[in-house]
């Protein structure tokens, strides 16, 4: 089944505390994106990769990183977590295709930091 | 930076009338798509639009791109409840940066 798989689900950590969340597809997708979801204020990109090694900042990249080692996947570190990055987080992946195709998204991240 | 300002934020309406959702930006986009995402999920694509004043049709789902490539609109025609959800429309700029839009969550009314 082709999928974007995010793991953990949900996590509840600590200021300071680093993380990683683990993402993954298994459709061969060229991009893959993280966002982070919160209430009114839509889906905003953080990173996203146009193929392996090649990263770039979103719009809202401060705290955050990526690397691309391998195609299918994309983890998002996140070195010192604030509270100020509670939110939901997802995955995508797409062809890509300037931007015509389909982005596929993860089931989500719920990250919460005290 | 919020690019894409969706209108109106909230909608509840009774089953059977027929709504629009607007998506407006003062930027242009080389593509714009719509998304529909239900409580505890991803996104899922509805559809893409590339061409200015292009229109498609997907079943009572009907969407428009400006002329411009500016704004969109989403025009749901007798919705049902099963229309129920949050509807997200995207864009992206020369840039192959994403830019999603605030947001519109429709409730639909049995």
């Known amino acids: 089944e082709a999928q974007v798989t995010q793991n953990p689900r949900y996590l509840i950590t600590v200021t300071g505390k680093k993380l990683t969340v683990t993402c993954s597809q298994n459709?061969?997708?060229?991009?893959m994106s993280w966002y982070r979801q919160d209430p009114g204020l839509g889906l905003r990109q953080i990173y996203y990769s146009m193929n392996v090694e090649v990263t770039d900042k979103g719009d809202v990249p401060e705290g955050y990183k990526v690397s691309r080692k391998e195609k299918r996947n994309f983890p998002l570190i996140l070195e010192s977590p604030s509270p100020n990055q509670t939110s939901l987080y997802f995955c995508?992946?797409?062809?890509?295709?300037?931007?015509?195709?389909?982005?596929?998204f993860g089931p989500g991240t719920r990250l919460t930091v005290l | 930076t919020q690019l894409l300002e969706q209108s109106p934020q909230f909608l509840s309406i009774q089953e059977g009338e027929n709504l629009t959702v607007y998506c407006n930006s003062s930027s242009v986009f080389s593509s714009l798509q719509w998304y529909r995402q239900e409580p505890g999920e991803g996104p899922v694509l509805l559809v893409t639009?590339?061409?200015?004043?292009e229109v498609k049709k997907l079943k009572r789902l009907t969407f428009q791109f400006g002329d411009a490539r500016k704004d969109s609109s989403l025009h749901i025609t007798a919705a049902q409840p099963g229309d129920t959800g949050l509807y997200l429309c995207a864009g992206m700029n020369t840039g192959n940066q994403f830019y999603f839009g605030t947001g519109t969550s429709l409730t639909v009314i049995p």
């Open positions: 995508a992946s797409s062809l890509f295709r300037q931007g015509r195709d389909e982005q596929f």
């Open positions: 639009v590339v061409t200015g004043g």
């Open positions: 459709m061969n997708h060229e991009y």
